[in-house]
């Protein structure tokens, strides 16, 4: 379990994180929505160790036992998609590209580089190559933007059966009700619905 205990965090006088806590289950998918600009990325980059809190603390999962998944892909031109699997996996672990790919829906398209790829499947590539990493948490930022919603429900109900959690953030209310809990992150007090 992943437990953040009143995490604090602002940028100048604006506060982005004041006194959040939030648990993580052990498995499944948990699902943060909200405005813009109401701290679900920040919250991520605290998790991920990329931003540092002024307060509180985060158990369970140290930063180097994260997985980020950025809001723009990351992808390198010149890599295939196999390549940009196997490039973070261990050699002993790349029997597995398959099932990664089949997981995002990208089977068959192992030789194509980014450029043949759409929007939507290039960021399913940048979520496979998160799933891929060896993590105790999984912290996924819009990982269905441009992927076509039934497409992203599939993936979704797959992602649950996870061996670690995954915490992502959506805006899509279809997806947020496919999710196993809902964080609403709309300023205090702090809303968490179970499904």
Same mark, same amino acid.
């Given at each position: 379990?992943?437990?953040?205990?009143?995490?604090?965090?602002? =940028?100048?006088?604006?506060?982005?994180?004041?006194? =959040?806590?939030?648990?993580?289950?052990?498995?499944?998918?948990?699902?943060?929505?909200?405005?813009?600009?109401?701290?679900?990325?920040?919250?991520?980059?605290?998790?991920?160790?990329?931003?540092?809190?002024?307060?509180?603390?985060?158990?369970?999962?140290?930063?180097?036992?994260?997985?980020?998944? =950025?809001?723009?892909?990351?992808?390198?031109?010149?890599?295939?998609?196999?390549?940009?699997?196997?490039?973070?996996?261990?050699?002993?672990?790349?029997?597995?590209?398959?099932?990664?790919?089949?997981?995002?829906?990208?089977?068959?398209?192992?030789?194509?580089?980014?450029?043949?790829?759409?929007?939507?499947?290039?960021?399913?590539?940048?979520?496979?190559?998160?799933?891929?990493?060896?993590a105790k948490l999984r912290l996924l930022d819009e990982p269905f933007?441009?992927?076509?919603?039934?497409?992203?429900?599939?993936?979704?109900?797959?992602?649950?059966?996870?061996?670690?959690?995954?915490?992502?953030?959506?805006?899509?209310?279809?997806?947020?009700?496919?999710?196993?809990?809902?964080?609403?992150?709309?300023?205090?007090?702090?809303?968490?619905?179970?499904?």
């Open positions: 379990m992943i437990l953040c205990k009143d995490l604090t965090l602002s =940028f100048g006088d604006r506060a982005v994180l004041d006194r =959040f806590s939030l648990t993580v289950p052990d498995r499944g998918v948990t699902a943060l929505t909200g405005p813009s600009g109401c701290g679900k990325t920040t919250l991520l980059r605290v998790l991920a160790g990329l931003e540092k809190p002024q307060g509180g603390s985060v158990e369970g999962a140290a930063p180097r036992e994260t997985a980020l998944l =950025f809001q723009d892909d990351r992808l390198l031109p010149w890599r295939t998609v196999e390549q940009h699997l196997t490039d973070v996996l261990p050699r002993e672990r790349w029997k597995e590209v398959p099932g990664l790919l089949a997981l995002v829906e990208l089977d068959g398209e192992e030789r194509a580089r980014p450029s043949a790829l759409s929007g939507g499947m290039g960021r399913r590539l940048a979520l496979a190559r998160c799933l891929a990493l060896d933007a441009g992927v076509d919603l039934s497409r992203a429900l599939r993936i979704l109900e797959r992602m649950k059966s996870l061996p670690a959690p995954v915490l992502l953030v959506s805006h899509e209310p279809a997806v947020l009700a496919a999710a196993g809990a809902v964080v609403e992150l709309d300023g205090p007090p702090l809303q968490i619905r179970p499904r």
